[in-house]
């Protein structure tokens, strides 16, 4: 059977236009720090706390991956941001259908962007020995869906399945 259209949630909502907002955020400070070294973003607190070098850094594009394996003129040699832009919107896209398909698509994709997000958050702390707002908070909302995911794949609570 088909899937049907229904609401994605308040919670799925907030969290899927809050990941990407903060993906525009940082395509703009990354671009704006591009255009003049001298930018200094709301999320650049101190030397230790800066985004725009994180942005910057060569784990803000293809996570850091996609330029060694496919080269630096690949297609998905993209700013980390635009690949969440595209992530929200498919997680409030698939939140608004109903069916087996589109919760196994969103467990899934939610299962990838907390495996990103835990490796990331391992480059943020260990490698550029950085804290970076805009990146963390990100990695919440990725957690969120996550469990939101989850919950919805395991269906209504109290009622057993097949009954």
């Not at 899927?16 to 704006?32: E, I, M, P, R």
């Not at 070294?37 to 985004?51: H, K």
């Amino acid at each position: 059977m088909g899937a049907t259209w229904r609401s994605p949630g308040w919670a799925r909502l907030a969290l899927c236009l809050a990941g990407f907002a903060l993906s525009l955020y940082a395509l703009h400070v990354k671009a704006a720090h591009a255009r003049d070294r001298d930018y200094r973003a709301l999320c650049d607190v101190g030397t230790a706390i800066s985004c725009s070098r994180v942005f910057s850094s060569r784990w803000g594009q293809g996570f850091g991956l996609v330029e060694h394996m496919l080269g630096p003129d690949s297609v998905l040699n993209q700013s980390n941001s635009i690949f969440g832009c595209i992530f929200y919107t498919l997680q409030l896209l698939l939140g608004c259908l109903q069916g087996p398909w589109a919760s196994m698509l969103l467990v899934l994709s939610s299962l990838v962007s907390l495996a990103g997000s835990v490796y990331l958050a391992w480059i943020l702390f260990f490698v550029l020995h950085d804290f970076c707002i805009v990146c963390i908070t990100t990695y919440a909302i990725n957690v969120g869906l996550t469990v939101l995911s989850f919950r919805g794949a395991q269906g209504p609570q109290g009622k057993a399945k097949g009954h």
